[in-house]
Nanobody, 116 residues
């Protein structure tokens, strides 16, 4: 089992920045990749960014060039640096860990609100 806890959300003006963090605990060695998803009101949850144990990253087109996902060397914390935020980035952001058996572990979510 893996537990995930996000932090760092909040209210920011358009053009501003936020950094989200996700701390993992439990069977960290079983994690193959981590990711950030978001869900805006009335919309489906969507992938924002992901990073594998080999540091291969993937980004949604909507955030490319503005968001950066990274992990610490210990592998128990990952970050989502969000720059040049837009009102359409407003959503609840969830971190996600995917283990080698295909199981997914989710954090509780953190609200990001971008005002125009």
């Amino acid at each position: 089992q893996v537990q995930a806890v996000e932090s760092g959300g909040g209210l920011v003006q358009a053009g501003g920045s936020l950094r989200l963090s996700c701390v993992y605990s439990g069977r960290i060695s079983s994690i193959k990749s981590v990711a950030w998803y978001r869900q805006a009101p009335g919309k489906q949850r969507e992938l924002v960014a992901s990073i594998t144990n080999d540091d291969i990253t993937n980004y949604a087109d909507a955030v490319k060039g503005r968001f950066t996902i990274s992990r610490d060397n210990a592998g128990n914390t990952d970050y989502l640096q969000m720059n040049s935020l837009k009102p359409e980035d407003t959503a609840v952001y969830y971190c996600n860990a995917n283990d080698y058996w295909g199981r997914h572990y989710w954090g509780q979510g953190t609200q990001v609100t971008v005002s125009s």
